[in-house]
């Protein structure tokens, strides 16, 4: 089974910078992507971003353009998140999910089959 850890959550203040971690196991991802998507209580599961395993495409949810980067470690199997300028806005459980979704999809958490057990990110204020 495809399995996916994700870690480096915690509690920062406005301003401060997390470094999120997905680590993939039970596959081989090469024709996939793995994204990041974020919930906070209340709200809707959002898109935050995501990277093609092979080429590196990535894709960001405006409000993270800029401070948010997507990367990804082939050697190690693992997909990165850095988390720059945090704003209490950014407060969500922050997951990260593997699928095959066209370029079109890739922001649609319809296009992912795989899910980890997400990691929670707080922005004090």
């Known amino acids: 089974q495809v399995q996916l850890v994700e870690s480096g959550g915690g509690l920062v203040q406005p301003g401060d910078s997390l470094r999120l971690s997905c680590a993939t196991s039970?596959?081989?991802?090469?024709?996939?992507?793995v994204a990041w998507f974020r919930q906070a209580p209340g709200k809707e599961r959002d898109f935050v971003a995501a990277?093609?395993?092979?080429?590196?495409?990535?894709a960001y949810e405006d409000s993270v353009k800029g401070r948010f980067t997507v990367s990804k470690d082939t050697a190690k199997n693992t997909v990165s998140l850095q988390m720059n300028r945090l704003k209490p806005e950014d407060t969500a459980v922050y997951y990260c999910?593997?699928?095959?979704?066209?370029?079109?999809?890739?922001?649609?958490?319809?296009?992912?089959?795989?899910w980890g057990q997400g990691t929670q990110v707080t922005v004090s204020s």
């Open positions: 999910a593997v699928g095959r979704p066209i370029v079109s999809s890739m922001r649609n958490a319809g296009s992912y089959y795989y």
């Open positions: 990277i093609r395993w092979s080429g590196g495409n990535t």
């Open positions: 039970g596959g081989t991802f090469g024709g996939y992507a």
